[in-house]
Nanobody, 124 residues
């Protein structure tokens, strides 16, 4: 059964760091574009960062450029989102998602499978 499971969310102070993980099971990540999305209360789900299936392209939302890094570990069938210099406006539920043979367009409607999300709260 294909499954994506996120972990690593929690409460962090502004300026702090978190690393989100997403473990895939039931399939191999090798042929999938990977992505991280977030949904804050009252806002639409937005693409945070994505990486194409061939690792050739990456996308970062302007709001996270220079602070977040997406990482793919095909050997362990895991993807990560390293988040540094966190701000209160980064507070949201974060979801990992995949798209078969996808690019790095980071459009939520293009993704094929989703995890259930992990909550990140940035607050003092």
């Amino acid at each position: 059964q294909l499954q994506l499971v996120e972990s690593g969310g929690g409460l962090v102070q502004p300026g702090g760091s978190l690393r989100l993980s997403c473990v895939a099971s039931g399939f191999t990540l090798d042929y999938y574009a990977i992505g991280w999305f977030r949904e804050a209360p009252g806002k639409e789900r937005e693409g945070v960062s994505c990486m194409s299936s061939d690792n050739g392209r990456t996308y970062y939302a302007d709001s996270v450029k220079g602070r977040f890094t997406i990482v793919r570990d095909n050997a362990n069938n895991t993807m990560y989102l390293q988040m540094n210099s966190l701000k209160p406006e980064d507070t949201a539920v974060y979801y990992c998602a995949i798209e078969h043979h996808g690019g790095a367009t980071c459009r939520y409607y293009s993704m094929d499978y989703w995890g259930k999300g992990t909550l990140v709260t940035v607050s003092s």
